[in-house]
């Protein structure tokens, strides 16, 4: 069977896994089976509950590292898809299944394209790794970080990594992304006085004390971003207050928000801005918030060129670098890794409904993959 083949058959396998996170259904003890079959030697890191896989072929350097995960979200209302989105389906050109896009075929793709790198060079120079892990769509704490923990303690470090996250946005192979911003989420409480709405006088409005800050603060410059990232945005994503009646002044307003940062600003700068401007407005506040997703870069080396050089070669199409998105697990492994990329099939559906991915473009990125490992091993 041939790379599209290969690829197309193990997608459907994990596909038709009912991996929601952070139960991976069996999805590595499967992979972990192929890949010990083709000589890699599998490790099981798992914690609290969370399945990893740390499958690696070779102990020298360089290690070039293949990285994802098996777990989805839920697929919401079922009657909704076409096809039961556990079951994988091909219709129009398309796989379709929850998954498919975010991200089963990529580490479909990226089994085959490593298995191939071994059995064609069982000696090759260096090594390649897998890691895998079941808790990327959810809290992220026991899955990829676990794994980077357990390497580092041991000394162990990646030389290149390539995570498969599905980054391409209007045409397949369109983007490689360099770096995410990093993620800060707080939960504002704004305290007030409660009282008869025709007599504010005795109590005191939280909503209309807060409102001149939050605006401050959505309005403000954060900074400039750099070369790589736009400038940090606040979006108030949550607000609430009240009890439901018409003429009752709430006690109390409470405001969710995040930001979205460069490497420009840390955590503490921005923490540090928003309770001088909550304090400065005078307000009577608790502030609380959530883990930190830290904005990460990759440094200079090979892996960008590589893998453009050979997106170009196979679908004639140069992708732009780019930091725009969400938060992933990149952020985990930028640490121990001297470079990072993430690079995938465009997200059609991803966290949706019909959820889907060129049945083409799973044989296309397999030999993405396996030829940009291989370059990284050989150059």
């Excluded at 991803?350 to 396996?370: K, N, Q, S």
């Amino acid at each position: 069977m041939d790379a599209q083949g290969e690829a197309l058959a193990l997608a459907k396998a994990l596909i038709a896994c009912r991996s929601l996170t952070p139960d991976d259904d069996g999805c590595l003890d499967r992979l972990a089976a192929r890949l010990a079959a083709a000589g890699f030697t599998c490790e099981r890191i798992d914690r609290g509950g969370v399945k990893n896989l740390w499958a690696r072929h070779g102990t020298a350097a360089p290690l070039v590292c293949l990285a994802g995960h098996v777990d989805v979200v839920p697929p919401g209302p079922v009657e909704r898809w076409q096809s039961d989105p556990f079951a994988p389906s091909e219709r129009d050109g398309y796989l379709y299944g929850r998954g498919a896009a975010d991200m089963k075929t990529s580490v479909a793709a990226m089994v085959v394209a490593a298995e191939r790198v071994a059995g064609a060079a069982p000696a090759h120079r260096g090594s390649v790794a897998l890691l895998f892990t079941s808790d990327e769509e959810g809290d992220g704490v026991d899955g990829t970080r676990a794994v980077v923990q357990a390497l580092a303690a041991r000394g162990e470090t990646i030389d290149a990594c390539l995570v498969g996250e599905p980054v391409s946005r209007t045409r397949f192979g369109d983007t490689v992304k360099v770096g995410r911003r990093g993620s800060l989420t707080g939960t504002l409480r704004v305290e007030g006085v409660q009282c008869h709405i025709a007599y504010p006088e005795r109590g005191r409005n939280p909503i209309h004390a807060a409102l001149p800050a939050l605006s401050e603060l959505a309005a403000a410059r954060w900074d400039e971003g750099t070369d790589r990232f736009p400038p940090t945005g606040f979006q108030i994503s949550n607000i609430h207050a009240g009890t439901g009646a018409t003429n009752v002044i709430p006690g109390a307003l409470e405001v969710c928000f995040n930001l979205r940062f460069s490497p420009a600003l840390t955590v503490d700068a921005i923490e540090g801005r928003i309770r001088e401007v909550l304090g400065r407005h005078g307000l009577e506040y608790e502030l609380t918030w959530a883990p930190v997703a830290e904005p990460f870069a990759t440094g200079q080396g090979p892996l960008v060129a590589t893998l453009s050089r050979h997106v170009q070669d196979v679908l004639g199409v140069t992708p732009e670098p780019s930091t725009s998105g969400g938060t992933s697990d990149g952020r985990f492994l930028a640490p121990v890794s001297r470079e990072i990329v993430e690079f995938g099939p465009l997200a059609e559906g991803m966290h949706g409904i019909d959820e889907r991915v060129r049945v083409a473009d799973i044989g296309l990125l397999t030999t993405i993959y396996e030829r940009t490992v291989t370059s990284l091993l050989t150059g």
